[in-house]
């Protein structure tokens, strides 16, 4: 009898590929980051603090008694080339990766990097998905914010930057979890994402709702849409993600955002974006491994809603 073996290093343990071609799901590593936070910098280390950290996570997949990874066809192609702070540069490689995981027929599943790393990967779907989608957006920000930063490009604006190149309908598309300070009825933040046409569901508005209603909205919102999700780890609360980038108190909690991923399974997902992991603030590992939780909740929101295994 034989053990078998991982590949060290790998989300998951995965088989390490040079291209997507003939894969279900091909992770990618984007250790991309702007640079520009006066304290926190460190998002460029994530990808491969959070592969680490997924060897855990993986060992709870054996009582499922669902060979999920094997059916998806998951592998890993390792880290985009890029110089953080590079904008022209990381951006392009990030595009042309995931351009061509999407070419290849397989589902893209990134690891930032900061929140900047997720506009290249937009342009990539819209230009080579070959149909539109939306966007659903976990975050404690809206990252629309208009003028936080003296920079085209940044960690802050991408959704901005996303309706002003049409990459995604805004109308179509739902923000989860914001924290934006509203003072005396002031728009803040929020009303601008509001005024690109966004939907925004605050975490106070959360709330109120729950996570049944929250559920029920998203899956009536994205019924025949396909979507990108992008989940930003300061949506959960820094008791529970504090190697973020940019930390924000009052967030959900682990149980919440698991509830949340599974009551979604179903839908039709065409890119999966986990992004804001920062190793040096991370406390124990537990921020690392939780961002592999909700990678492998993706892999499951994939496996619901396709016939599997992929290839015959």
């Given at each position: 009898?034989?053990?078998?073996?991982?590949?060290?290093?790998?989300?998951?343990?995965?088989?390490?590929?040079?291209?997507?071609?003939?894969?279900?799901?091909?992770?990618?590593?984007?250790?991309?980051?702007?640079?520009?936070?006066?304290?926190?910098?460190?998002?460029?280390?994530?990808?491969?603090?959070?592969?680490?950290?997924?060897?855990?996570?993986?060992?709870?997949?054996?009582?499922?008694?669902?060979?999920?990874?094997?059916?998806l066809?998951?592998?890993?192609?390792?880290?985009?080339?890029?110089?953080?702070?590079?904008?022209?540069?990381?951006?392009?490689?990030?595009?042309?990766?995931?351009?061509?995981?999407?070419?290849?027929?397989?589902?893209?599943?990134?690891?930032?990097?900061?929140?900047?790393?997720?506009?290249?990967?937009?342009?990539?779907?819209?230009?080579?998905?070959?149909?539109?989608?939306?966007?659903?957006?976990?975050?404690?920000?809206?990252?629309?914010?208009?003028?936080?930063?003296?920079?085209?490009?940044?960690?802050a604006?991408?959704?901005?930057?996303?309706?002003?190149?049409?990459?995604a309908?805004?109308?179509?598309?739902?923000?989860?979890?914001?924290?934006?300070?509203?003072?005396?009825?002031?728009?803040?933040?929020?009303?601008?994402?509001?005024?690109?046409?966004?939907?925004?569901?605050?975490?106070?508005?959360f709330?109120?709702?729950?996570?049944a209603?929250?559920?029920?909205?998203?899956?009536?919102?994205?019924a025949?849409?396909?979507?990108?999700?992008?989940?930003?780890?300061?949506?959960?609360?820094?008791?529970?993600?504090?190697?973020?980038?940019?930390?924000?108190?009052?967030?959900?909690?682990?149980?919440?955002?698991?509830?949340?991923?599974?009551g979604?399974?179903?839908?039709?997902?065409?890119?999966?974006?986990?992004?804001?992991?920062?190793?040096?603030?991370?406390?124990?590992?537990?921020?690392?491994?939780?961002?592999?939780?909700?990678?492998?909740?993706?892999?499951?929101?994939?496996h619901?809603?396709?016939?599997?295994?992929?290839?015959?």
């Amino acid at each position: 009898m034989t053990t078998p073996v991982h590949p060290v290093g790998t989300l998951f343990g995965v088989p390490v590929a040079p291209t997507a071609e003939g894969a279900g799901v091909a992770v990618l590593g984007v250790p991309f980051d702007m640079g520009y936070h006066p304290t926190r910098i460190g998002a460029r280390s994530g990808p491969a603090h959070v592969r680490a950290h997924s060897a855990l996570v993986v060992e709870h997949l054996d009582g499922f008694g669902i060979p999920i990874i094997d059916e998806l066809g998951v592998v890993d192609l390792g880290d985009v080339d890029v110089l953080p702070g590079n904008v022209d540069e990381s951006f392009a490689a990030v595009e042309s990766a995931v351009a061509a995981v999407v070419q290849a027929g397989a589902v893209p599943l990134t690891f930032g990097g900061d929140g900047a790393v997720t506009l290249p990967q937009l342009r990539a779907m819209r230009k080579h998905l070959g149909r539109d989608f939306a966007i659903l957006h976990f975050d404690a920000h809206t990252d629309a914010y208009d003028g936080i930063y003296p920079y085209d490009y940044n960690n802050a604006n991408t959704f901005i930057h996303s309706v002003t190149e049409q990459l995604a309908d805004p109308t179509a598309s739902l923000h989860v979890g914001m924290r934006d300070t509203q003072y005396r009825g002031t728009a803040g933040v929020i009303g601008v994402a509001r005024e690109l046409g966004y939907e925004v569901i605050t975490m106070d508005e959360f709330t109120s709702m729950g996570v049944a209603a929250l559920v029920e909205h998203i899956r009536e919102k994205f019924a025949d849409t396909p979507i990108y999700l992008c989940w930003d780890m300061d949506v959960f609360d820094p008791s529970a993600s504090p190697g973020v980038v940019t930390p924000s108190w009052g967030g959900i909690t682990v149980r919440e955002g698991l509830s949340i991923l599974r009551g979604l399974r179903g839908l039709e997902f065409i890119a999966f974006d986990i992004n804001t992991v920062s190793p040096p603030h991370d406390v124990a590992g537990i921020t690392g491994s939780l961002a592999a939780q909700v990678a492998m909740e993706c892999l499951f929101l994939l496996h619901s809603a396709r016939d599997w295994p992929a290839q015959s």
